[in-house]
């Protein structure tokens, strides 16, 4: 059991409740921010306030998980640049007058773009949307800090519990509202979907790594298409669904293939997600 202390910015959101649970199972003391806290020990916390920031943390850490973001890509371009740049700026000024051992921050594959092979840390980085942009730029300014970091790129994943703005949940929905059609984008790019389980379980343990100012990619190596998910979510709800073309939900440039290179976590000792799509899909399918 760990006594060690951990901050995560973000803490209410989807990933910060799993990875607060996770990290209390194991012993660790979880304080953390979020714009609306709604528990005693969360504390408020706006990036574009630095006030707001230095109140937060005058609870002490030992590691902070900087996951608070705008996540969703297809947000307001101008809200994803204040949260995940200027926000980025406020909270490593902060943070540079603070004492402790480790900072993770959560950036994403987005950055990779994509390409005909799995994306390893070190793939040349191919941002096809403001959102990855954005996260390039959250990186350098990381390594710029002189802060001890890690910045861990996610691949896809979801769970019970994440909002139905994002894709996999949406599908879910309609499969459990027995819904007779759904409007949807490109059915044949392939994406990693993993577990947040997963990647929460990895976000602890690159916390125990020795290795600082690295760059971890979080994922499975296993990808799917949206056409192969409808296939396995006909098959385990027993209904069908027809699919309708929408155009807002088109990207044109949107690549064929985006697939994690797990062989850096290997290296270190660390299991990657397990990419079992079908088990995830049949809890989502489960839950309230």
């Not at 209410?12 to 990875?19: A, D, K, Q, S, W």
Request: net charge neutral.
């Amino acid at each position: 059991m760990s006594s060690k202390r951990v901050f995560i910015t973000g803490i209410e959101g989807f990933t910060g409740r799993y990875l607060e649970r996770y990290l209390r199972g194991l012993g660790y003391e979880v304080s953390g921010g979020a714009l609306s806290p709604s528990a005693p020990h969360h504390a408020r916390l706006d990036l574009l306030d630095k006030d707001s920031i230095k109140a937060a943390f005058r609870v002490k850490f030992d590691y902070i998980i900087h996951l608070a973001a705008v996540s969703f890509a297809m947000a307001d371009p101008a809200e994803i640049k204040n949260a995940n740049e200027i926000g980025t700026l406020n909270l490593l000024d902060t943070l540079s007058a603070v004492k402790f051992q480790k900072a993770i921050f959560a950036s994403s594959a987005s950055v990779y773009g994509g390409g005909d092979a799995p994306m390893s840390e070190n793939s040349a980085l191919n941002p096809q949307s403001i959102y990855a942009q954005s996260k390039i730029y959250m990186e350098e300014q990381i390594a710029r800090s002189g802060l001890p970091f890690i910045i861990a790129r996610p691949f896809n994943y979801t769970g019970a519990g994440q909002s139905e703005n994002f894709l996999i949940p949406k599908i879910v929905r309609h499969f459990k509202d027995e819904a007779f059609v759904i409007k949807l984008g490109n059915l044949t790019p392939k994406r990693e979907y993993n577990d947040v389980k997963d990647v929460v379980r990895i976000y602890e343990q690159l916390l125990k790594l020795e290795a600082n100012d690295e760059i971890f990619n979080i994922g499975s190596g296993k990808a799917y298409s949206i056409e192969q998910i409808l296939q396995i979510l006909r098959r385990l709800s027993g209904r069908d669904i027809a699919v309708q073309s929408d155009a807002k939900f088109i990207r044109t440039n949107d690549p064929a293939l985006l697939v994690c290179d797990t062989a850096k976590l290997l290296n270190y000792g660390i299991t990657p997600c397990s990419g079992d799509i079908e088990a995830l899909l049949r809890l989502m399918l489960a839950s309230d």
